[in-house]
């Protein structure tokens, strides 16, 4: 297929365009993310050597979001500059309109549906799967390499609080160590002057040795209490095998979706479903959107673009759940939003196009 020059030259400021859009918006996501599992590191909830996959990983899954707004916004400014330099002018009087806007932002839309529609469908729910795994497994390392010195700490270790002093200079052995923990409805308190971790070198099971310390058992409110001292305790760690990701419907894979009568399995795969098909719709409102007078500048309906995509992913967002939730019939499910975006799209395109102007007035009147 033969490009023309205008729809080479507006797909190449529409993907320019688009790629700076993704690296703001990639940045101001990473930011809060970084900031929230940096935070989690120091209360000791993750390890620090999990930090980079799980920033990886949701950077993949950002960018799935990101997408429909990023070629949205692209669109928007890319036709508000050629307004604000009274390009656009000049190419309505040689004889463009909608439908020659609409084959370039098509010719960058479908492509990009159908990436996105394969990153939704399997790539999306894999890179959510991989998080709750890394975080169900450093819930319950065993090395206890969240633990901060002087700081009170509730491990993944069945709830346990967990207090130590300080380490030595190889982290090999910790010392007063303070540890309360639950087990068969009574409390357990131990205290050791210090304590590490070994292997058994038959069975492969982790313990945590507690030595020279006082052990307590009982149930709070009681004045039954076992009292032991000991020279060596050791505690069982648990299996790190053992984690257990969290049962979501986000990251169950794509093909478990497909024909299940679960009601929030349906709504998952219609919000996975969705990601492209707001693609669509968003290049498709952006050209009359972006229609701006000349003296406005670029920018002029770029906050009413950004306002009309927040209202349209929150009522998705509320689609979803009023689906999940059996508040809405499944042949409507989440269909409605899109259709309102594409009646608002088609509505405001013919307002472009004079649809409504009342009969009798002269084109220069209408601008007028």
């Known amino acids: 297929m033969t490009l023309k020059v205008l729809d080479r030259y507006l797909m190449r400021e529409m ?6 859009v993704i690296l703001v918006l990639v940045l101001i996501i990473l930011g809060g993310m970084l900031a929230r599992l940096l935070q989690e590191v ?6 620090a050597d ?7 990983l949701g950077t993949l899954n950002a960018l799935i979001l990101l997408l429909p707004v990023s070629l949205f916004l692209a669109v928007m400014l890319t036709l508000g500059r050629l307004y604000k330099d009274s390009e656009m002018a000049a190419l309505m009087a040689c ?22 529609l394969a990153l ?19 819930a319950q390392r065993s090395d206890l390499v969240g633990v901060t010195p002087g700081r009170f700490l509730e491990t993944g270790i069945g709830g346990t609080v967990f207090f130590v002093e300080s380490f030595s200079e190889d982290r090999e052995v910790m010392h007063n160590v303070f540890i309360q923990r639950r087990q068969e409805g009574e409390t357990q308190v131990m205290v050791a002057r210090s304590a590490r971790q070994e292997v058994d070198a038959v069975s492969g099971q982790r313990f945590l040795v ?11 409110g009681d004045r039954d209490f076992r009292i032991i001292r000991f020279a060596t305790h050791g505690v069982r760690m648990p299996d790190p095998g053992a984690a257990r ?11 478990r979706l497909w024909g299940s009568e679960r009601v929030d399995y349906r709504a998952e795969l219609q919000w996975r479903l969705s990601v492209p098909v707001s693609l669509l719709l968003l290049a498709l409102l952006a050209p009359p959107l972006a229609h701006t007078a000349p003296r406005k500048g670029r920018f002029a309906r770029l906050a009413l673009g950004v306002g009309v995509y927040v209202v349209y992913a929150q009522m998705q967002i509320l689609a979803k759940e009023w ?12 269909w409605w939003v899109h259709l309102a975006l594409a009646l608002l799209a088609v509505l405001l395109l013919m307002q472009r196009q004079g649809v409504f102007r009342p009969r009798g007035r002269t084109r220069r009147e209408a601008v007028a």
């Open 120 to 138: 939704s469908l399997t790539v999306g729910p894999w890179s959510k799967l991989q998080v709750d795994e890394i975080r169900a497994e450093s």
């Open 245 to 255: 990701v969290r049962n979501r419907t986000d990251n169950v894979p794509t093909a």
């Open 15 to 20: 993907l320019a365009t688009q790629g700076a």
């Open 95 to 116: 004889g463009v309109g909608y439908g020659g806007l609409y084959r370039p932002v098509l010719l960058v839309s479908l492509p990009l549906a159908g990436i996105l």
């Open 210 to 220: 507690l030595k020279d310390g006082m052990r307590y058992d009982g149930s709070p």
């Open 42 to 47: 120091t209360e000791g909830r993750i390890p």
């Open 323 to 334: 689906f999940a939730d059996g508040q809405l019939p499944a042949w409507l499910g989440m």
């Open 50 to 56: 999990v930090l980079p996959p799980i920033l990886l």
